[in-house]
């Protein structure tokens, strides 16, 4: 495959979006319903481990060119649970997200040079609300009392001109579900309400990286935005059915 980025280490690079297409979809597979009780054990416990993670990193530093298990990215804060390792490509991210009603703005629309796996995982009062550019896949769970909610709006706040489509659906409170993310594909994330994780699985992250020509294991360099700026939250929140 061919390198995506203009700059490999660069960490906000945007594409055009007027004429980026998706090269394939999204794929969302509900997985299981928890009690409130339960679910918010399981997001507090995961996000205890981001929290601390960050804690150790302000405390004490990483030293540079050392991997750095501790960082930021637009939807929330991350550790580095498992790293690559020779002969083993894959990593894997815990994320806490923010709550885009406290800080006033959205994550962007973006993509990402190589595949991912990731399980979101809500607590009560929490929805997380995922975007893309293309119709989002999503698989039938028959035990489901109430199916993810899918709407589509308009993705806002993009150059003068043009008219983007963005596809949403909700992930609501108190659930785990997977999303397949191929190569190149868009994806938006926007956690509402104070109880969210990200468990993020990157299959390929020691091959992107040499196949970008990147630095270092620093994920916001496998990041191209489709947006120069982030949107209020306003744009983000509501779930589409006047929730």
Not at 20 to 43: M, S, W, Y
Not at 198 to 214: A, C, K, N, Q, Y
Request: hydrophobic share 35%; charged share 25%; net charge negative.
């Amino acid at each position: 495959m061919s390198r995506m980025k203009q700059v490999p280490d660069h960490e906000d690079e945007v594409l055009d979006l007027e004429r980026h297409q998706d090269p394939g979809r999204n794929r969302i597979t509900p997985v299981v319903q928890l009690p409130p009780e339960v679910a918010l054990t399981v997001v507090t416990a995961l996000a205890g481990l981001v929290r601390r993670a960050h804690r150790r990193e302000h405390e004490s530093p990483t030293p540079p060119r050392a991997l750095k298990e501790a960082q930021s990215f637009e939807e929330g804060d991350v550790f580095m649970l498992a790293p690559p390792f020779e002969g083993y490509f894959a990593d894997r991210y815990l994320m806490d997200f923010y709550d885009t009603r406290e800080r006033g703005i959205c994550s962007r629309m973006h993509l990402h040079t190589g595949l991912r796996f990731v399980r979101m995982m809500t607590g009560p009062d929490t929805t997380i609300r995922v975007s893309s550019l293309s119709p989002l896949t999503v698989r039938s769970r028959p035990d489901w009392t109430t199916p993810l909610h899918a709407f589509v709006d308009r993705l806002p706040d993009t150059p003068e001109g043009v008219h983007r489509e963005r596809y949403n659906v909700v992930v609501p409170p108190n659930c785990w579900v997977d999303m397949q993310i191929p190569r190149g594909v868009s994806h938006q994330f926007n956690a509402v309400g104070p109880h969210a994780v990200i468990d993020s699985v990157h299959p390929e992250e020691s091959i992107e990286t040499l196949r970008e020509g990147m630095s270092g294991y620093r994920m916001m360099a496998q990041t191209i935005f489709l947006a120069e700026h982030r949107s209020s939250a306003a744009t983000c929140e509501d779930t589409g059915d006047g929730g």
